[in-house]
């Protein structure tokens, strides 16, 4: 085997600054560090673009500079792959300004990768790739069914029409005042709620396979408003708030499975991205995947959320399809190119 045998990969597509290594023979993880940006963006209730990008350009070299003294072999580096779309424009070029240094430094080929498209890997760590498989995509940017046949051909079969999964939870955790990011926090409260408040389960009656999460998030405002709100009231409205969004992925999701998988070859379905870390969600996939005989496959909670291993593990399929792409090539895109 070549003496060149590793994968660096850097992610920087949103908050979290983060570098891997992985071994492409075996995908073995060698290294991964994150660090997270949420305490420095919690007095905002979201991300503030300007201060990611100023954190990157600090926490990047710091992982670097860990990674060095991991004793690792840089010499063995074959290629360094770098998400470059979709994501924070400021935040997306700190990790390929890096990217680019090293590739300069090391003389290893670049590789561009697609954040969603990592996510999907995130599934594969560690072991081979599965192909055909449907995958579940959500996360604080993003509500997406996708379906996966290799490396190259990945197709969006449904999409949210406004709002995302991860998005609404944050939105409803600052209408609460219970800070960033409001995911983990919502799912916390919602474990000590009843079940005395309903809110409407979005496109329940329609045939569109698409996600919504607007107006939900609308009837959650409008419940608030005027209201003396207390820690009780507060677990009540999460727990509302959560089961509805719970049941609507879920409800979709079914109509996925009974009208385009019923004939189709696709037996795997994985759930990725950091909102799919929801412990009730996760519970409400997997009954839906045992009733239509699907395997389900499930990101480790621990890397879920943006991570440079996933990039990683995405990076070593993309290397032995030789992805490679020229330093002067390697742009950054807001937006998705699938």
């Given at each position: ?5 590793l ?18 023979n ?43 003294d ?42 561009g ?15 081979d ?78 045939k ?12 959650v ?118």
């Open positions: 085997m070549d003496s060149k045998s994968i660096l990969s850097i992610e920087s597509s949103c908050d979290d600054s983060s570098i891997a290594v992985t071994r492409i075996d995908c073995k993880i060698l290294f991964h560090q994150k660090i997270s940006q949420d305490i420095e963006h919690s007095n905002y209730g979201g991300v503030v673009p300007e201060l990611a990008s100023r954190l990157h350009s600090v926490c990047l070299p710091k992982i670097l500079k860990n990674l060095k991991e004793n690792i072999n840089f010499n063995g580096i074959a290629a360094i792959a770098v998400t470059n779309e979709p994501g924070l424009s400021v935040s997306l070029i700190e990790g390929v300004m890096m990217a680019k240094a090293l590739h300069l430094s090391l003389q290893s080929p670049l590789i990768i697609n954040h969603l498209k990592g996510h999907i890997y995130s599934l594969f760590l560690e072991k790739s599965i192909f055909p498989i449907a995958i579940l995509l959500l996360s604080g940017g993003h509500s997406l069914i996708l379906e996966a046949y290799s490396y190259d051909d990945i197709k969006i079969i449904a999409r949210t029409l406004d709002d995302s999964f991860g998005e609404s939870f944050d939105k409803v955790a600052k209408m609460l005042n219970l800070g960033y990011p409001g995911g983990p926090i919502v799912e916390s409260r919602a474990k000590f709620g009843k079940g005395d408040i309903v809110f409407p389960i979005p496109l329940l009656h329609s569109d396979l698409a996600f919504s999460f607007s107006g939900l998030k609308n009837a405002r409008m419940f608030i408003d005027d209201k003396n709100i207390d820690d009780n009231l507060i677990n009540d409205i999460c727990f509302a708030f959560q089961k509805s969004a719970i049941t609507h992925i879920t409800k979709k999701t079914k109509f996925y499975f009974e009208h385009y998988l019923k004939d189709s070859t696709i037996r795997h379905f994985g759930i990725v991205g950091g909102a799919s870390a929801n412990i009730s969600l996760r519970e409400s996939i997997s009954l839906l995947c045992e009733e239509y005989n699907k395997t389900l496959l499930f990101a480790p909670l621990e890397f879920c959320s943006d991570n440079a291993a996933m990039i990683g593990r995405c990076g070593v399929d993309a290397y032995i399809l030789k992805r490679f792409i020229d330093a002067k090539d390697l742009d950054i895109s807001p937006k998705s190119r699938f």
